[in-house]
Each structure stands twice: as structure tokens, then as C-alpha cells.
């Protein structure tokens, strides 16, 4: 089974601050990688799938890359709205969530 | 619009079967490459991938939860349903059901997600 690794677990930003999240798969994946974005009681949110393409209404400032094994989510600008736990997904597997905070 | 709604018990007893059921609508689990999943998330904890249906009746199961796990739907209702067995107080959880999109090479992503239904599991 594939085994997918987020990191950091956790980490503290600021409004306006470059955030970058990374999300390590046990064996090569290519680009089949999603990222979540999940507020308190929430639903999670689809933000990215295919490793970099933008879901239909999800502000431009998330990006995503990576291919293989290692992969990026990366937030340009944190927004106050951003602050929430951020998830990777490849088929059955979730990885274990990082949770952005405010600073 | 695309809306999915869990429903089901909220409260089961320890070896008890649950049942819950995904109705959905603005979409069809009879058109290409789309399907329902269900995924589970324990109280402060980390997302739990469970199982999926397609339409042309491929099923995925979490290995880990397979011998306990059913999931079927039922096309002219618009609905998956989902049973797991032997209910745990580990398996207390908020179970979500979420559409899925699966592309030729059987690659899939959770586009829309219903809000979830919390079980709980106790004597």
C-alpha cells in the first residue's frame, strides 16, 4: 500500500506570508495527487487535483506541483480565510493533514 | 447545483451493524466516470478513506476495513448506501460521502462533499 507523508504536521503564518506544504507518497504516484482544504466542522474542500490543476473557484493564489513522489501545495498570500488543516489524497490515502495557524 | 446528504443513526451499539445512505442530486451515478465515496474522520483527528462505487459497479474498499464493509447504490434513487459491521467505539466518527471523478486511468478525486452525519458508538 502507499503510505503518504505530509509535513509539516503543523506551522504558524501571517497574513500575507508564502506558505508551502509538502506531501511525500511510499512509491511513485506521477501526478495523481489532490490537496484538501478542511475548516472546523467542516467539510473538506477540493482546492487541487491532478497534482497542479486549480478546482473551478478556488482563489489563483493556491498552487500545487510535484511529480513522482514529492509533492508542493503552496498558498501565495495567506488570507485569514486560509487558516484551516490541509489534507493530500492519492486514491485510498489520505495523508495526515497540516494544520495552518495564525501567527 | 451538486448536493450530497448523509443520513443515518446517530448513535449505535458496540457489534451492531450501521447503515448509511448518500442521497445525492444534480448528477447521475449512471454517467461516465463518476462515482460516491465515503470517507470518515474520528473527533480531532485525520481523514479515513473507507469506500467508493462507481458507475459501471467498480467498488474500492479500504484494505485495513474490507471483511466489514458493503457499498452499493441504487441509480433510480439517487442514493449509495454503505454498511459496516461489528461497530467498535473506535469507529466513532463524522462519515462523509463525496462525489467522485475517475479518468481513464482509473485516476479519481472528491469534487463535492456533503456535510457529514456524526456516529457514535456505545453501550
Known amino acids: 500500500d502507499i503510505q503518504m507523508t505530509q509535513s509539516p504536521s503543523s506551522l504558524s503564518a501571517s497574513v500575507g506570508d508564502r506558505v508551502t506544504i509538502t506531501c511525500r507518497a511510499s512509491?511513485?504516484?506521477?501526478?495523481?495527487l489532490n490537496w484538501y482544504q478542511q475548516k472546523p466542522a467542516k467539510a473538506p474542500k477540493l482546492l487541487i487535483y491532478?497534482?497542479?490543476s486549480l478546482q473551478s473557484g478556488v482563489p489563483s493564489r493556491f498552487s500545487g506541483s510535484g511529480s513522482g513522489t514529492d509533492f508542493t501545495l503552496t498558498i501565495s498570500s495567506l488570507q485569514p480565510e486560509d487558516f484551516a488543516t490541509y489534507y493530500c489524497?492519492?486514491?485510498?490515502?489520505f495523508g495526515q493533514g497540516t494544520k495552518v495557524e495564525i501567527k | 447545483q451538486i448536493t450530497l446528504k448523509e443520513s443515518g443513526p446517530t448513535l449505535v451499539k458496540p457489534t451492531q451493524t450501521l447503515t448509511l445512505t448518500c442521497t445525492f442530486s444534480?448528477?447521475?451515478?449512471?454517467?461516465?466516470?463518476?462515482?460516491v465515496g465515503w470517507i470518515r474522520q474520528p473527533p480531532g483527528k485525520a481523514l479515513d478513506w473507507l469506500a467508493l462505487?462507481?458507475?459501471?459497479?467498480?467498488?474500492r474498499y479500504s484494505p485495513s476495513l474490507k471483511s466489514r464493509l458493503t457499498i452499493t447504490k441504487d441509480t433510480s434513487k439517487n442514493q449509495v448506501v454503505l454498511t459496516m459491521t461489528n461497530m467498535d467505539p473506535v469507529d466513532t466518527a463524522t462519515y462523509y460521502c463525496?462525489?467522485?471523478?475517475?479518468?481513464?486511468?482509473?485516476?479519481?478525486?472528491?469534487?463535492?462533499w456533503g456535510k457529514g452525519t456524526t456516529v457514535t458508538v456505545s453501550s
Open positions: 491532478a497534482a497542479s
Open positions: 489524497q492519492q486514491s485510498q490515502e
Open positions: 462505487i462507481f458507475w459501471d459497479d467498480d467498488e
Open positions: 444534480g448528477f447521475s451515478l449512471s454517467t461516465s466516470g463518476v462515482g
Open positions: 463525496a462525489r467522485c471523478l475517475r479518468d481513464a486511468y482509473y485516476y479519481y478525486y472528491m469534487d463535492v
Open positions: 512509491q511513485s504516484i506521477s501526478s495523481y
